[in-house]
């Protein structure tokens, strides 16, 4: 299948209002994906789709015809976790790496050198192994186990910046979300957040688990913030959580 050459991607601009699951909240940016299975391919597609530039690696050639004609990316035939292949991928201006190839040890491997070597911030990988995959979350690399997959979970892991709605009331007013933190949030207490922020935590996600807030709780790498807020605040919330935090 020809390739597209690389562009440079826009630079994502903070989201101006709510995203819904099913929708991006970022501008059209750079994607880089090792793997391209059903899962990888789906991925492709979708955030093809949504007007988003893709790279898609793959160590069989033969694999990229599970994109389809309509697929407008760029294939890159390699191995995943190869410096030159994600370079060739176009790794150093990518915006988020997904690593979903049908090996464990590979898919962490690529996401840890898409991470560390490239900066790349949003990196997820998805694990077979449970077990290992809670080890990986506490090197602050999401990872979706299989049995749980499904395609809005990994995007929603790549594109942080949107606020991800779970659950609303009858009335629709209040819903919970799952809101992404800026980093600065890291070693805050829950309820410094429900102070600046004006929302409630519902429940934290750490390690794969979902744990109910203590008031000596702090935001832990890799955890998952589900607030309760009302609808038409989501927007300011969301807004607020994705920039550092205010002095105490």
Same mark, same amino acid.
């Given at each position: 299948?020809?390739?597209?050459?690389?562009?440079?991607?826009?630079?994502?601009?903070?989201?101006?209002?709510?995203?819904?699951?099913?929708?991006?909240?970022?501008?059209?940016?750079?994607?880089?994906? =090792?793997?391209?299975? %059903?899962?990888?391919?789906?991925?492709? #597609?979708?955030?093809?789709?949504?007007?988003?530039?893709?790279?898609?690696?793959?160590?069989?050639? @033969?694999?990229?015809?599970?994109?389809?004609?309509?697929?407008?990316?760029?294939?890159?035939?390699? +191995?995943?976790?190869? %410096?030159?292949?994600?370079?060739?991928?176009?790794? #150093?201006?990518?915006?988020?790496?997904?690593?979903?190839?049908?090996?464990?040890? @590979?898919?962490?491997?690529?996401?840890?050198?898409? #991470?560390?070597?490239?900066?790349?911030?949003?990196?997820?990988?998805? +694990?077979?192994?449970?077990?290992?995959? =809670?080890?990986?979350?506490?090197?602050?690399?999401?990872?979706?186990?299989?049995?749980?997959?499904?395609?809005?979970? =990994? +995007?929603?892991? &790549? &594109?942080? $910046?949107?606020?991800?709605?779970?659950?609303?009331?009858? @009335?629709?007013?209040?819903?919970?979300?799952?809101?992404?933190?800026?980093?600065?949030?890291?070693?805050?207490?829950?309820?410094?957040?429900?102070?600046?922020?004006?929302?409630?935590?519902?429940?934290?996600?750490? &390690?794969?688990?979902?744990?109910?807030? %203590?008031?000596? =709780?702090?935001? $832990? $790498?890799?955890? &998952?913030?589900?607030?309760?807020?009302?609808?038409?605040?989501?927007?300011?919330?969301?807004?607020?959580?994705? $920039?550092?935090?205010?002095?105490?």
């Amino acid at each position: 299948m020809p390739s597209r050459p690389f562009r440079s991607p826009v630079r994502p601009a903070r989201p101006a209002g709510w995203a819904t699951a099913s929708r991006c909240s970022v501008a059209s940016v750079h994607f880089v994906i =090792m793997g391209c299975g %059903r899962v990888g391919s789906t991925l492709a #597609r979708t955030l093809g789709r949504n007007g988003h530039d893709v790279a898609i690696i793959d160590a069989d050639a @033969s694999a990229f015809r599970r994109l389809g004609t309509s697929f407008e990316g760029q294939t890159v035939t390699g +191995i995943g976790f190869d %410096r030159d292949t994600l370079v060739a991928a176009g790794i #150093r201006d990518a915006y988020a790496f997904a690593a979903v190839s049908s090996g464990d040890n @590979s898919n962490i491997l690529a996401a840890r050198v898409a #991470r560390e070597t490239f900066g790349v911030e949003h990196v997820a990988a998805r +694990i077979y192994d449970p077990q290992r995959a =809670m080890v990986y979350q506490r090197l602050g690399i999401p990872t979706v186990a299989t049995v749980r997959w499904t395609a809005d979970q =990994m +995007i929603q892991r &790549l &594109l942080p $910046q949107g606020a991800v709605p779970e659950l609303t009331d009858p @009335s629709g007013k209040i819903v919970i979300a799952e809101v992404p933190l800026a980093e600065g949030w890291v070693g805050r207490h829950l309820t410094d957040l429900e102070e600046q922020t004006g929302a409630r935590v519902a429940y934290v996600t750490r &390690l794969g688990e979902g744990t109910l807030p %203590r008031p000596d =709780m702090v935001v $832990q $790498q890799g955890d &998952l913030v589900h607030l309760t807020v009302p609808r038409d605040d989501l927007a300011r919330i969301e807004r607020l959580c994705d $920039q550092a935090p205010a002095a105490h």
